[in-house]
């Protein structure tokens, strides 16, 4: 009976949608245009759309990275369930009310479906994950993404606060580093067919570089990374680095507002793997639960004073991450996470929490 309900839930839905944007979307059509390159126009003049991190006329900007994966799952393989994600959902909105989410599939659109269904106080800025197109299988990856981000966006504007196309794409030192112009092929085609706010997320050390304006002019906002861990900061400079990055972004692109989409202390990592680029060379600071308490405090702090909408990275740890099953836990990408990946939160976060409530 219960799937009964949903499946109706779901159809009643779609047909409200269909209504609303009758004839709308051929995306028959629009999936061969992107896939063949077909030229998308800006805008001209462009009209900004302005990011909202509202919720009952609130602010929401101190917000949250949800990575939905637990132990066995991970993207393109197994998602969670429903139950699963209605658990994760309702431990998050007892302490934030915006969250990212990095791809546009159907683990995305089940989190859609459950806020929805289940009238949670949660916004989300929905994910497109692309990548460099060096074989035909990505590119139709690509456009897969690209394709299911508008239906989501045009289906669940209430929910939707914006949505991210590409993420850490055009800096120099990413694995997926893709040609900037699909990339802008990909945005527009997005910002074309939706009527909410769109951007892209990448590393400061692509946002302080004059090619990055060529991305920034087709953005209604800049998402930005700031991780004083992964460049080598102790805690005690941790967030006066952090300041001066984000001001320096600020003012490279002055007519943008800036996000920051991912920021965070990890609680472990692997001391022993160094070389170029790895977490055993570039991390010179302590990776613990106390130390992931202190930036906690920090960060909250900052937020909350300079109202600058900031998703920590991250609710729950990971274990797909950073290798998944064939490599040691304390993999760095594996514990980001304020929860430990069976939902129990960490000291660090428990502890943080006293405070701010003994603050009150």
Same mark, same amino acid.
């Given at each position: 009976?219960?799937?009964?309900?949903?499946?109706?839930?779901?159809?009643?839905?779609?047909?409200?949608?269909?209504?609303?944007?009758?004839?709308?979307?051929?995306?028959?059509?629009?999936?061969?245009?992107?896939?063949?390159?077909?030229?998308?126009?800006?805008?001209?003049?462009?009209?900004?759309?302005?990011?909202?991190?509202?919720?009952?006329?609130?602010?929401?900007?101190? %917000?949250?990275?949800?990575?939905?994966?637990?132990?066995?799952?991970?993207?393109?393989?197994?998602?969670?369930?429903? =139950?699963?994600?209605? =658990?994760?959902?309702?431990?998050? $909105?007892?302490?934030?009310?915006?969250?990212?989410?990095?791809?546009?599939?159907?683990?995305?659109?089940?989190?859609?479906?459950?806020?929805?269904?289940?009238?949670?106080?949660? $916004?989300?800025?929905?994910?497109?994950?692309? %990548?460099?197109?060096?074989?035909?299988?990505?590119?139709?990856?690509?456009?897969?993404?690209?394709? !299911?981000?508008?239906?989501?966006?045009?289906?669940?504007? *209430?929910?939707?606060?914006?949505?991210?196309?590409?993420?850490?794409?055009?800096?120099?030192?990413?694995?997926?580093?893709?040609?900037?112009?699909?990339?802008?092929?990909?945005?527009? %085609?997005?910002?074309?067919?939706?009527?909410?706010?769109?951007?892209?997320? *990448?590393? !400061?050390?692509?946002?302080?570089?004059?090619?990055?304006?060529?991305?920034?002019?087709?953005?209604?906002?800049?998402?930005?990374?700031? !991780?004083?861990?992964?460049?080598?900061?102790?805690?005690?400079?941790?967030?006066?680095?952090?300041?001066?990055?984000?001001?320096?972004?600020?003012?490279?692109?002055?007519?943008?507002?800036?996000?920051?989409?991912?920021?965070?202390?990890?609680?472990?990592?692997?001391? *022993?793997?160094?070389?170029?680029? =790895?977490?055993?060379?570039?991390?010179?600071?302590?990776?613990?639960? %106390?130390?992931?308490?202190?930036?906690?405090?920090?960060?909250?702090?900052?937020?909350?004073?300079?109202?600058?909408?900031?998703?920590?990275?991250?609710?729950?740890?990971?274990?797909?991450?950073?290798?998944?099953?064939?490599?040691?836990?304390?993999?760095?990408?594996?514990?980001?996470?304020?929860?430990?990946?069976?939902?129990?939160?960490?000291?660090?976060?428990?502890?943080?929490?006293?405070?701010?409530?003994?603050?009150?």
């Amino acid at each position: 009976m219960r799937k009964l309900i949903i499946t109706v839930f779901l159809f009643l839905c779609m047909m409200q949608t269909a209504c609303l944007y009758p004839g709308r979307i051929n995306m028959q059509n629009l999936k061969q245009q992107i896939f063949e390159k077909q030229t998308f126009e800006k805008q001209s003049p462009f009209i900004t759309r302005q990011f909202s991190p509202y919720l009952n006329n609130e602010w929401i900007g101190n %917000a949250i990275s949800y990575g939905c994966y637990r132990k066995g799952q991970a993207p393109d393989i197994k998602g969670p369930s429903e =139950e699963q994600i209605l =658990e994760d959902l309702n431990i998050i $909105k007892q302490y934030w009310h915006l969250i990212r989410v990095y791809g546009a599939d159907d683990d995305a659109r089940r989190v859609l479906d459950v806020i929805q269904m289940h009238q949670l106080p949660i $916004k989300v800025m929905l994910g497109a994950w692309v %990548a460099s197109e060096d074989n035909v299988g990505q590119k139709e990856s690509n456009v897969k993404q690209v394709l !299911y981000a508008i239906e989501l966006a045009n289906m669940y504007q *209430d929910i939707i606060a914006a949505v991210n196309v590409g993420n850490e794409s055009q800096v120099f030192w990413s694995f997926h580093r893709m040609d900037p112009q699909h990339l802008i092929h990909y945005i527009r %085609a997005v910002r074309n067919n939706t009527a909410i706010p769109v951007t892209t997320a *990448d590393d !400061y050390n692509f946002w302080n570089k004059p090619e990055s304006h060529i991305i920034a002019d087709e953005i209604d906002f800049i998402v930005t990374h700031i !991780y004083p861990l992964w460049n080598g900061k102790t805690l005690d400079i941790a967030f006066g680095w952090f300041d001066s990055v984000y001001k320096d972004i600020k003012s490279k692109h002055p007519d943008k507002t800036i996000v920051i989409g991912e920021t965070g202390w990890a609680t472990n990592y692997n001391a *022993d793997k160094t070389g170029p680029g =790895e977490q055993g060379t570039l991390i010179k600071a302590s990776v613990n639960l %106390a130390a992931q308490e202190q930036y906690l405090l920090m960060h909250n702090e900052w937020v909350n004073k300079n109202k600058v909408t900031t998703f920590l990275f991250e609710a729950f740890d990971e274990p797909w991450k950073g290798g998944g099953e064939n490599s040691p836990p304390q993999e760095i990408e594996k514990n980001w996470g304020v929860f430990y990946e069976n939902r129990i939160p960490k000291e660090s976060f428990q502890n943080y929490l006293n405070h701010k409530n003994n603050q009150l």
